[in-house]
């Protein structure tokens, strides 16, 4: 009776955490932005260092053999698979997030410098030469451009940490539903 209880209870949150996790690693392949592609969570790698290694190798007969206990080690390993996750999605998204900084205020100095230009006028509101030139059509869609390249990539980085924010939050749930579901095989 007991096993059968244990079965129960691992096959219905294996479906329940199976289904929410598929639907996830299919999002986030069909949501990435390929530009950013080597920076996302590698989530299946992550989901592949939840599951120990068979105790019996799998055959026609038994496809899918009971796995060996998770352990201390598996833990460990785990954990540094996982933080070295958090380390390369955090770089990518500082290193982003600087450049997005640094293109604003640059950005911010033009549209100043053009602000300014525009509000000198001379007597007879002819051009001026030089760099005093009263600015051109050119000039407003050039600044109209960058601020559109820098919205875009605010967009973007937004969109990656939204997806790698899912990504860790849906590993940890399976890594500690797995690790729940042990601590109550073992009570029962």
């Not at 209870?9 to 199976?18: D, E, I, N, Q, T």
């Not at 998204?93 to 100095?109: F, L």
């Amino acid at each position: 009776m007991q096993h059968e209880v244990r079965r129960s209870l691992r096959s219905r949150l294996a479906k329940r955490l199976c289904s929410s996790t598929d639907r996830f690693g299919h999002q986030l392949k069909s949501s990435l932005i390929k530009d950013y592609y080597y920076s996302y969570i590698a989530y299946d790698d992550l989901k592949a260092g939840l599951k120990t290694p068979y105790e019996t190798e799998p055959t026609t007969g038994n496809p899918n053999p009971k796995r060996r206990e998770w352990n201390e080690d598996d833990e460990q390993r785990f954990i540094r698979q996982l933080e070295q996750e958090l380390d390369k999605v955090f770089t990518f998204q500082h290193v982003k997030s600087d450049d997005i900084v640094r293109r604003i205020a640059a950005s911010e100095k033009e549209v100043n410098e053009v602000i300014s230009r525009s509000q000198q006028q001379n007597g007879d509101s002819a051009q001026r030469v030089g760099h005093d030139e009263l600015p051109t059509e050119d000039d407003f869609m050039l600044l109209e451009e960058d601020l559109s390249d820098i919205i875009a990539d605010v967009h973007d980085l937004a969109k990656f940490t939204q997806l790698n924010y899912t990504g860790f939050q849906k590993i940890i749930k399976k890594h500690d539903v797995g690790l729940m579901a042990s601590v109550v095989e073992l009570q029962l």
